[in-house]
């Protein structure tokens, strides 16, 4: 095994909901952040999660040096963007913050500074000491702080993409934002989540709820169920908590995810394991 270690940051969809019926598992938007031996950190989504990573990230460490930070972005929809401007590290000129995503660099450098622009808000991403630098994660994979990433697309509307992580034989599935139903999509989701370590997948819904919500774009927590079987992965991590689902609801919808498939948890904010 490699020593890979993530932790959660925002594991809610759509929308924050930082209230007390909900704050066992949290209320922040998605953020994930994953290293390799206490490397580099790799971050998945902005999220409003990303705010106490960034705190944590400056936390004792004075200005000057040479820092870097990936964050890798599933998509654009705004509970996935939106901790951004609120992510300390790039306010600092000795943060270097490489973002990476499936879209071309032009538009995804423009998408971001639109969101981070007047009158949405009153600091520019492209003022100074904000330098982050935009890559395309190759379909092929890449190889990053040691950990090679393969993004794969997802069924979504206006698109979303998964990343597999792995690193010394440690497997982690990342696939947020996914609708089962297009037969494309779902197989290469399963050729991806193989055998994998974690699988941290949307499953947003209870079937029951599934009819009303069609082509919104998010999984229940059965279709979940069905993938960690097929997948044969040995944890499963049911992720993108509905805005409406508090502690008690989540609980609830977990005890009949497990009584598919045993290995199963729901995210939870500030949980951290090590593979
Ligand atoms: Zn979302
Ligand atoms: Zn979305």
């Known amino acids: 095994m490699g020593n ?12 924050p909901t930082p209230h007390e019926p909900n704050m066992e598992h949290g209320g922040n938007t998605p953020c994930i952040e994953v290293r390799l031996g206490g490397g580099t950190p790799l971050i998945f989504d902005a999220g409003t999660g990303i705010r106490c990573l960034g705190r944590k990230l400056l936390d004792g460490v004075p200005p000057g040096g040479n820092h870097k930070a990936h964050l890798f972005l599933t998509h654009f929809h705004w509970d996935h ?7 300390d590290p790039l306010y600092r000129a000795d943060y270097f913050i490489h973002v990476w995503s499936s879209l ?30 935009y890559t395309v994660a190759p ?26 992580l792995s690193a010394g034989g440690a497997r982690i599935v990342y696939a947020t934002d996914h609708e089962p139903g297009n ?49 044969g992965v040995k ?5 993108h908590h509905d805005p409406a689902r508090d502690d008690e609801a989540v609980e609830d919808l977990l005890r009949m995810a497990r009584g598919e498939f045993t290995n199963t948890m729901a ?7 090590q593979l």
């Open 81 to 87: 963007i939106q901790g951004l401007p609120f992510f």
């Open 183 to 231: 037969e494309e999509c779902d197989r290469r989701l399963l050729q991806m989540a193989d055998g994998a370590d974690l699988l941290i997948i949307d499953s947003q819904y209870l079937p029951e709820e599934y009819p009303s919500r069609r082509g919104w774009g998010h999984g229940t927590w059965l279709a979940s169920t069905e993938m960690a079987k097929r997948a």
């Open 104 to 133: 071309e660099v032009d538009l995804l450098q423009s998408t971001l500074e639109r969101q981070m622009s007047r009158p949405y808000f009153p600091i520019d991403l492209t003022e100074p000491p904000r330098r982050p630098d």
């Open 4 to 15: 890979l270690e993530v932790r959660f940051w925002g594991v809610r969809g759509s929308v």
């Open 235 to 239: 944890q499963l991590v049911l992720f």
């Open 267 to 273: 995210a939870r904010e500030g949980w951290s394991g």
């Open 139 to 164: 379909a092929e994979g890449a190889e990053v702080e040691g950990i090679r990433v393969e993004p794969f697309p997802l069924h979504h509307p206006g698109g979303s993409t998964g990343y597999r």
